[in-house]
């Protein structure tokens, strides 16, 4: 499924198929953190360029994420809306809106007291999840926003997600064949590092359990989705599966055969 980010070389005939894996930034929702607060987590979002990470990070096995669910989905094609590119004057905007007008020498946004905007990106050391995190370093510091990519071990980033020491993190992840995303968007699941487990459920995922329901129209649930955004969708991977030049996709057949015609 090509995880590993290491393209094969056999010989054969080559075809790429769909995977369910969704590749995503997770977000640390404590006080302490720029992303508590929802512009910033629009910035982000709207920051980053999807088409040039599937491109370069996924050597184009993958799709740009346009919300939570796969684009093949008809029920939610229309209604995700994510760009495929980054959209630097959304950003811009929503960074305004939190008081970060002006810009320091090194080109990155500062308040009213001359504070910058850091943020810390945890990854592991995955070659294709190193190549999109520094990406998203690039991408987003053309935003105003500087990033410091946090490489680590897979222990040391299971570690460092427990102890919820990022403000982002870029993870992947099954979702299940009946889409259901709730370890994703609840604040309850083992899932979610960034936001607390103490207190109410989240918003996103109180109208995701209506719309499971039958209670809320999909529309609905999205528009929770990007509201509250708990999670910035990147891109859905793709695998591919390699075939023999010997065999025929078109079977022969002959008048003793009981298919035949």
Not at 10 to 34: A, D, I, P, Q, T
Not at 37 to 57: C, F, H, L, P, T
Not at 141 to 164: D, Q
Request: net charge neutral.
């Amino acid at each position: 499924d090509l995880s590993e980010g290491k393209i094969p070389t056999m010989n054969g005939n080559l075809s790429e198929v769909h995977l369910n894996n969704l590749v995503y930034l997770g977000l640390n929702f404590k006080k302490s953190s720029l992303l508590n607060n929802e512009n910033m987590r629009y910035a982000v979002a709207s920051g980053i360029d999807r088409s040039a990470i599937v491109k370069q990070a996924y050597y184009s096995y993958a799709e740009p994420a346009k919300g939570p669910f796969r684009s093949e989905w008809d029920q939610a094609a229309s209604l995700q809306n994510l760009e495929n590119e980054q959209n630097v004057d959304v950003s811009v905007a929503n960074l305004e809106k939190m008081g970060y007008n002006d810009k320091n020498a090194d080109g990155y946004y500062i308040n009213q007291n001359g504070d910058e905007i850091t943020l810390t990106l945890l990854c592991n050391n995955n070659a294709s999840r190193v190549a999109a995190a520094e990406l998203i370093k690039e991408q987003l510091s053309a935003v105003g926003i500087r990033v410091v990519v946090n490489k680590v071990p897979w222990k040391t980033y299971r570690k460092e997600l427990k102890a919820g020491n990022f403000d982002l993190y870029l993870a992947e992840v099954k979702v299940e064949t009946d889409l259901d995303i709730s370890p994703l968007i609840s604040n309850k699941s083992a899932l979610n590092f960034g936001m607390s487990k103490k207190g109410k459920t989240n918003k996103s995922y109180s109208a995701f359990k209506k719309y499971l329901k039958g209670e809320l129209p999909l529309s609905d649930f999205l528009n929770s989705f990007y509201t509250e955004m708990p999670f910035v969708p990147v891109c859905y991977r793709n695998g591919t599966v390699i075939s023999s030049k010997n065999l025929s996709s078109v079977p022969s057949s002959s008048y003793s055969d009981i298919f035949y015609g």
